[in-house]
Structures are given as C-alpha cells and as structure tokens.
C-alpha cells in the first residue's frame, strides 16, 4: 500500500517530480564525466610516465632504495624471476643495470648515469628506437652505446665517436671502458637527455663487473586497476623464507614520489568541484523535499487521524524520496554510461601547442576516459547517500509534527 500511494503521490507534480530527477540526473552525468575523464589522464600520465623512467613496479634489493649502490644487486637469473613471470597479471618483465659514471671525451667529462638494458625488450616497452635523432638502435651482442642529445652535445661527441667510462664496479673494482657511440637518442626531459647512457644489459655487466646480476627488475602489468593486487601478489611471493628480507617490492608511487603528490593533488581539486556541484544540486533537493513535506501537513495530519502511525508516515516520504533518487540515477546512467563509453574508445584529440608537446615526450595527445565500475558504483552512492542527508531535516518535522496543528492546515512541531 505504501509503495503504490508513494508513487501516485509523486505524480500528482508531476513537473517537480521531472525537474528534480532530471536535477540529480544531470549531476550523476557530470560528475561520471569529469571522474571518467579525470582518473583516464591520470591512468595515461602513469603508463606513460613508467615507460621512460622507473616502470609500474620494481624488484630491488632491499638495501638499494637508500644506497643506490653497485653492491646491492639482486639475481638475473630464470630461477629468480620465475614467480613473476608465473602471475596472470603481469605483461612484461625487464631485467635493469643502473649505475652512475664519469663519462669523459677530450678534454671534457661529465657525470652520467649508465643503464644497462636488454634492447628489444626496452624498445618494446618504451619504443625508444623511436627517438633515436642519430646513428642507430644497439643490439644485444653490440659493444656500443647510446647516449642523450644532450650530453652529446656538451661532450661535442657524434655517431661514430669513442667516449670513457669510468666508475666503481661490484665489490670496489675499478669500472672502465672504452665505447664507440652507435646512436644520439632524444629525451624532451632534460634530465635524461642530459644525463642517460644505455648500454646492451651483458656489456653493462662486464663493466661494472656484476656478472649474473642486475640492480632492479622492472614490472609492468597488464591493468593498472590490477596494480594493487599484482604488488600484494609480488610481495607475498618474495617473503618466502629463501628471498626474505632481501627483495623490496616498489610500486610507481614509491618509485615516483614527486608525481604521486602531484596526481594527489590534482585528484584533491577534482574532487572538491564534483562535491561542490552536488552541493548545487543538495540544495535544490533539499528545497524540494522540504517543500513537499511543508505543503502536506494537513495531508499528513488527516493520515494520521484515520489511524497511520507515524513511522509508516515517514517510511511514505522516505518512498518517495528513494522513487525520487532511482529515477534520477536511472536517467543519469543511461545518459551518462553511453557517452563514457564513447569516449572511452574514441578519445578526446588535443591540438595546438599542448598536443606538440605530448608528442615530443613520446605521448599520445589525447584525454582517455577510464570505464571502471567502481567509478559508477561511487557516484551512485554519492546521489543515494545526498539524497538521504537532504531528507533528515523534513523527517525529524514530520516525526515532531502536532496532529491538531497539522489538521488545521498549521506547521507547528512538537
């Protein structure tokens, strides 16, 4: 019986009924929208971001966070990494040797850090082949290097020129070499193109003297929503009583500390103006709701004479309201799910000097949208969770309501 005279009731204003659905609606629409949009760059600005410097997630001796030395190595062997490689969720797995070098040509030198890498499993990840301005790509078996445009340039070195290497190796030897340079790659970072020497992984562990050892593993999963549980997994898989207390597993945030600030920060503003546009629209809700409830007091006060009890008079009102927030989520999602969808797939391009400079830092100039349930799930909540603190204050008048002054038309509470 209540829920028949609660939705009859609804329609008896009808144009209110509408105008605050369609309220509500427009709300979930917007806020899906810009959440979509917002959390997409941020999933963009992560991948995109791991594949030129640290990955998504890391394996490292538990040591050389805070050494970053050559002595705090870990295994490259089969055996080793064989966990990660059995995980559903893992993509891709580099082997990395990093170090740090005096790189010198003439009468110029000049610290830079070395990177030892396995070429065709980089350039699959990052495409770096694809910034080489100079020369050519390295291959495995090559003893030549690769060096940053930048650096190239202040050591006045080209395709085809020698450069030093010299540095400590694993376990105090003494890091020193002699390469012929075999291709200039660009970085638009500059403290990269400044900076990076790479170098084929088994060349880099001859001069450093590592043998069958590397400084980090780097991880990438196939979904970054899948990140959390493919770190637990990584975690729970090296704290076997074997590999205990020597392997730290590090996500991007802890590997990027500066970027997951900014994105913090950024998500904070996001936030605060999805809230501020429900605020909008609570008080607009509030106002309905609160009107609906004034306007009915004799309605109410003759209910209660003909034997209504009181709690099933606000459960009428909280029917309405609920009918009320299910229409306005259902037209939300069903103007709202096409469009993200849309543009989950087909991206908004970007032009002019913000795609130029996307592109010159290898990325993609567009703004993807992320399609993930959880993000529906949290705007409907929201709207439900609005819709209910919009609907304490007329409750508490209706539960404190005088049924003689409500007969007579009056809004005198008890």
Avoid at 88 to 93: L, N, S
Avoid at 144 to 162: C, K, N, R, T
Avoid at 265 to 282: H, R, S, T
Wanted: net charge negative.
């Amino acid at each position: 019986m209540l829920i028949k005279l609660a939705w009859r009731n609804l329609w008896r204003q009808k144009r209110r009924t509408i105008l605050t659905a369609m309220a509500l609606a427009l709300a979930l629409v917007l806020s899906l929208f810009m959440r979509s949009m917002q959390e997409g760059s941020y999933a963009n600005n992560i991948e995109n971001s791991a594949k030129f410097s640290t990955g998504l997630i890391q394996l490292q001796h538990v040591e050389f966070e805070e050494s970053q030395s050559i002595e705090d190595l870990l295994p490259a062997t089969d055996e080793f990494i064989a966990p990660a490689r059995e995980m559903d969720d893992v993509e891709r797995i580099l082997p990395r040797l990093e170090s740090f070098a005096l790189a010198a040509a003439g009468d110029k030198s000049k610290g830079v850090m070395v990177l030892g890498v396995m070429p065709a499993l980089e350039d699959e990840y990052s495409s770096i082949s694809d910034k080489v301005v100079e020369g050519e790509f390295i291959k495995a078996d090559d003893s030549a290097v690769l060096i940053g445009q930048g650096l190239a340039e202040y050591l006045s070195l080209a395709v085809g020129d020698e450069l030093v290497l010299y540095g400590q190796g694993y376990r105090g030897q003494t890091a020193a070499g002699l390469y012929k340079i075999k291709g200039i790659v660009h970085f638009p970072l500059p403290q990269l193109d400044n900076l990076l020497i790479y170098m084929p992984l088994p060349l880099s562990q001859t001069l450093f003297s590592t043998g069958e050892q590397v400084s980090a593993w780097v991880i990438d999963t196939r979904e970054l929503t899948r990140l959390e549980q493919t770190l637990a997994d990584l975690k729970r898989a090296y704290s076997s009583q074997k590999l205990k207390n020597k392997v730290n597993v590090r996500d991007w945030e802890d590997l990027a500390p500066e970027m997951a600030q900014q994105i913090a920060m950024d998500k904070a503003g996001g936030i605060f103006m999805m809230y501020l546009l429900y605020g909008v629209v609570g008080f607009g809700l509030f106002a309905t709701i609160l009107m609906m409830t004034l306007e009915r007091y004799r309605e109410f006060g003759v209910m209660m004479a003909t034997g209504l009890v009181r709690a099933k008079l606000l459960g009428l009102v909280v029917l309405e309201s609920s009918f009320i927030s299910l229409l306005g989520v259902t037209i939300g999602l069903a103007l709202g799910t096409p469009l993200v969808v849309w543009f989950h797939y087909h991206p908004i391009e970007l032009t002019g000097e913000t795609a130029e400079m996307m592109l010159e830092l290898g990325w993609e100039p567009i703004l993807p949208m992320l399609l993930s349930p959880w993000l529906f799930i949290d705007q409907i909540l929201i709207v439900l969770g609005l819709m209910l603190l919009c609907l304490l204050y007329p409750l508490w008048r209706i539960y404190r309501l005088d049924l003689v002054t409500a007969l007579k038309g009056g809004a005198h509470v008890n």
